[in-house]
Nanobody, 126 residues
Framework: QVQLVDAGGGLVQPGGSLRLSCQAS????????MGWFRQAPGKEREFVAS????????YYADSVKGRFTISRDNARNTSYLQMNSLKPEDTAYYYC???????????????????WGQGTQVTVSS
């Protein structure tokens, strides 16, 4: 079992930046996909970004491509989501997630992920 703790959210003005972190403990696998999702009030939880723990492959939602960057520090078992040029529509609760059971599913679908962080609020507002 993998435990995830995400942090780093806050209030930022439009155009600003934040970096979210996801600390993993327990069993981790270098090939296991992990991802970031977000959920705004009244909306479905949506895919933001994903990467294997090795970082060889990364995937982004079109809405964040070019502004967000997913990365990881294997020595610290930590993944990061660097968010630049933030917009009010990026306001949401952000969750990190990991797939811990093989065969791994689609990195785009929240249903593929079986371990979740508790979430961290990101608010973009002037």
């Amino acid at each position: 079992q993998v435990q995830l703790v995400d942090a780093g959210g806050g209030l930022v003005q439009p155009g600003g930046s934040l970096r979210l972190s996801c600390q993993a403990s327990g069993r981790t696998f270098t090939s296991a996909p992990m991802g970031w999702f977000r959920q705004a009030p009244g909306k479905e939880r949506e895919f933001v970004a994903s990467a294997t723990w090795s970082g060889d492959n990364t995937y982004y939602a079109d809405s964040v491509k070019g502004r967000f960057t997913i990365s990881r520090d294997n020595a610290r078992n930590t993944s990061y989501l660097q968010m630049n040029s933030l917009k009010p529509e990026d306001t949401a609760y952000y969750y990190c997630a990991a797939q811990t059971r093989r065969p791994y599913g689609s990195v785009w679908s929240r249903l593929s992920y079986d371990s979740w962080g508790q979430g961290t609020q990101v608010t973009v507002s002037s």
